[in-house]
């Protein structure tokens, strides 16, 4: 019975580990080569030369002079006089009658002198002087010339480099919804630029989007530029606008819907990429971006960081969604989408207007109805390319 757990377990095991297999088949590691733009500059190596101290210590030895105390032993000589008894004999006559006398002697004591002496231990000290070595530290130092080099750089260049990137995802598919999904780590920051599929919307709707991925994880969800449509491509109704129309890659409109779903998933930030039609590029970024409720789609965008000479997007936050067939804007005389020829998130009317006609020109003849942009050239000057971008900001 145990053994046919076992088995029943690791066949749900197998059949699991297959479908994220097969799940992840879509997402495996791919080498690409891929065109990456580095800056090259000339470069010119200057050199100079510059002193350094360096010290060090070395140790010298001197001599200090020193009192020093000697000592020797000295036997000293101790000498007094005594005086020793010593009997002598005295001779005398004893003449007890006349002319009669004796020769007698008597005894008697005399003191005789002695020399007594003794030897005692002392000690004589005496002050010498002497040298006493010490060792000193002493700092020694010197100016050590030092070659400096710098590189200087000058005439920066734009050069397109073929590199290869390594793309692993490594999120379950589900979790990926935007290209800032498909930027993995592989060794050094990788991403995958060109055209991915998204699930988009609740996961039993099945739906999916396309959406072209630029460097850095941004998701492309409007371009304009030079493929060969005509001048009036986007000259499309309210219902184009909203489901999305176009080609990723190429000139292409996400659709209303489809913005409102992902930015209202989570906190993007929008970048505007324009080129004018002499091949100068700039971009402006904006931290906060969301296409609001639905059914008016209205704008809201805030946290203009500069670029594009100005910021020609933030009027458009909190006005619908305006088309040549629904006029929503702020301009009670008439529908600012006919008039400028582009379906917009219009007031009264537009800072910008990058849904408009293409036509490629830096003189129009015309005013504000076609692909412009009021601080970056001005609104008779069509942009050769235009491109929003959007990404989660963290
Ligand atoms: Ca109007």
Request: aromatic share 10%.
């Amino acid at each position: 019975m145990k053994r046919i757990l076992l088995g029943v377990i690791g066949s749900l095991l197998a059949l699991l580990s297959l479908s994220k297999a097969q799940d992840m088949a879509v997402y495996e590691c791919v080498e690409k080569v891929v065109m990456s733009e580095e800056i090259v500059f000339d470069e010119e190596v200057n050199c100079r030369h510059i002193y350094h101290e360096e010290c060090m210590n070395s140790y010298v030895t001197k001599f200090k002079s020193h009192q020093r105390n000697e000592c020797s032993d000295q036997y000293k000589k101790k000498c007094m006089i005594v005086y020793d008894p010593v009997p002598i004999k005295i001779p005398y006559q004893f003449c007890p009658k006349k002319d009669f006398c004796r020769n007698l002697t008597r005894l008697t004591v005399k003191e005789v002198p002695r020399e007594m002496c003794s030897m005692s231990l002392g000690k004589k000290c005496e002050e010498k002087p002497m040298l006493l070595p010490t060792i000193e530290a002493e700092e020694k130092c010197l100016e050590v010339p030092k070659e400096v080099c710098a590189i200087v750089q000058s005439n920066p260049r734009p050069v397109q480099k073929p590199v290869i990137k390594t793309w692993c995802p490594s999120l379950d598919s589900n979790d990926i919804r935007d290209c800032g999904d498909v930027l993995t780590v592989v060794g050094s920051v990788m991403y995958q630029t060109g055209i991915h599929e998204f699930p988009i919307g609740p996961p039993e709707s099945n739906r999916t989007i396309r959406m072209d991925c630029d460097e850095d994880g941004w998701s492309v969800i409007q371009s304009r530029g030079q493929f060969g449509n005509r001048e009036n491509y986007f000259a499309r109704p309210w219902l184009a606008f909203v489901n999305g129309f176009g080609v990723p890659g190429m000139e292409f409109w996400l659709g209303l819907e489809n913005m409102h779903l992902i930015t209202n998933s989570k906190n993007y930030s929008l970048k505007i990429t324009l080129e004018d039609t002499d091949g100068i590029v700039d971009h402006a970024i904006y931290t906060e971006f969301k296409i609001s409720e639905k059914d008016r789609y209205a704008l809201y965008v805030n946290g203009y960081t500069g670029g594009l000479g100005g910021d020609s997007f933030s009027y458009h936050s909190g006005f619908s969604f305006s088309a040549v067939d629904r006029d929503t804007d702020a301009w009670p005389e008439g529908n600012c989408a006919l008039r400028f020829r582009g379906a917009w998130w219009h007031g009264a009317c537009h800072h910008g207007n990058l849904n408009s006609f293409n036509k490629n020109t830096n003189d129009t003849g015309s005013f504000a109805d076609s692909i412009v942009w009021r601080d970056f050239r001005g609104y008779r000057h069509s942009l050769r390319s235009a491109k929003m971008a959007i990404k989660v900001l963290n």
